[in-house]
């Protein structure tokens, strides 16, 4: 673990300190081979999408924002997604398959390794393509490496699992992690979230904030829930969208992001007005609620939230920028 994972060693026989037996062994019966990169993206403020290919052909995307104290990697874990969110480019794009754990840490491993050793990233957020919950056991997989001593050593708090709202699995969800839980709210009436996020139909918004609480009852009394709530001019930002909300959010320990929509071809809508969303943010904290507006990164490359499509682009500078790993093959 510590070879591939704190080392970005893939060739067993780099391994020094395993005899020359057991690496030839290793080399003969296993292999480590994370996906392939097909482009790589540089937006103006630093953000990196990486547009990645799978052994099957499937493309996901993965993006990776500098901040000053941190460097963040939205991870994938689906190429593409079934749940239809209209703000969402992934949704538009539809659903091909569930990623492996393989498939999942090796994201982590191309930013951390890729070409050259990097910046190590501080914090993992699930919120690329496709929903986490909805291929649990792999995410599961993938977040224990993450936190093992011998690979990446990321404590509960630097990886946040990003759900639209599959209260089953959140109801058993604190038996199985305690890494911190966002949850993609985006409207506080369900009229109007059945519309822009239709898995609510099925898990309407009382089951899913009663779900969040029960997650909360076996987790430290600090933590708290991430409400991310994407603004969309004149959809959800409304001063009575967000004393719906405030009341929606009632009795949940909780923090609220607002996001500034993020436009992609193909869709109709725009974003919030800069006065909207401060009007918004201004009601929300003036009624006690905790609440930060996030700042757009990587719009420039189509690597903002809600921005991924898996899909083959050239880069801002007109260059198509295509870079491959070198992976270790069976003998």
């Given amino acids: ?23 030839q062994e290793l080399t003969a019966l296993a292999i480590a081979q994370p996906p392939e990169v097909e482009e790589c993206l540089l937006s103006p403020e630093g953000t990196q999408k990486y547009l990645i290919k799978l052994e099957s052909g499937s493309m996901i995307e993965m993006v990776k924002i500098p901040e ?3 460097l963040t990697l939205c991870i994938s874990s689906q190429a593409g997604c079934a749940l239809q969110c209209t703000f ?8 091909e398959r569930n990623l492996s754990p393989a498939e999942i840490i090796g994201q982590l491993w191309i930013a951390n390794f890729y070409k050259q050793p990097s910046q190590q990233i501080s914090n993992v957020v699930f919120m690329g393509m496709g929903e986490p919950l909805l291929n649990i056991d792999p995410v599961m997989s993938s977040i224990s490496i993450m936190q093992h001593q011998n690979a990446y050593g990321l404590s ?3 990886i946040t699992l990003s759900t639209s709202g599959i209260v089953p699995e959140i109801k058993k969800l604190a038996a199985k992690t305690d890494v911190s839980l966002a949850i993609s709210l985006h409207a506080a009436n369900n009229e109007l979230r ?22 909360l009852e076996n987790q430290s009394k600090r933590k708290t829930i991430t409400i991310e709530y994407i603004l969309i001019d004149g959809v959800n930002d409304s001063i009575e969208h967000a004393t719906q909300l405030v009341t929606v959010l009632k009795g949940l320990s909780c923090k609220v992001n607002l996001i500034p ?4 071809d193909g869709c109709n809508y725009l974003r919030s007005q800069e006065l909207t969303i401060q009007k918004f943010k201004d009601y929300l904290i003036g009624k ?22 898996g899909k083959l682009k050239n880069s801002i500078m007109g260059k198509n920028n295509i870079n491959r790993i070198n992976i270790v093959h069976t003998s």
């Fill in 288 to 309: 006690g609620v905790i609440t930060t507006l996030r700042i757009t990164r990587g719009d420039a490359i189509g690597g903002a939230c809600g921005q991924l499509v």
């Fill in 156 to 158: 509960k708090r630097r």
């Fill in 68 to 70: 000053k104290k941190r």
């Fill in 194 to 215: 059945d519309e822009i996020v239709p898995i609510n139909k099925k898990y309407p918004i009382n089951e899913l904030i009663e779900s969040c609480k029960g997650y």
């Fill in 88 to 95: 969402c480019a992934t949704g538009a794009q539809g659903f």
């Fill in 1 to 23: 673990m510590k070879w591939i994972h704190q080392r970005g060693v893939l060739d067993f026989m780099e391994m020094t300190d395993f005899s020359l037996a057991l690496r």
């Fill in 261 to 264: 929509f993020n436009p992609f």
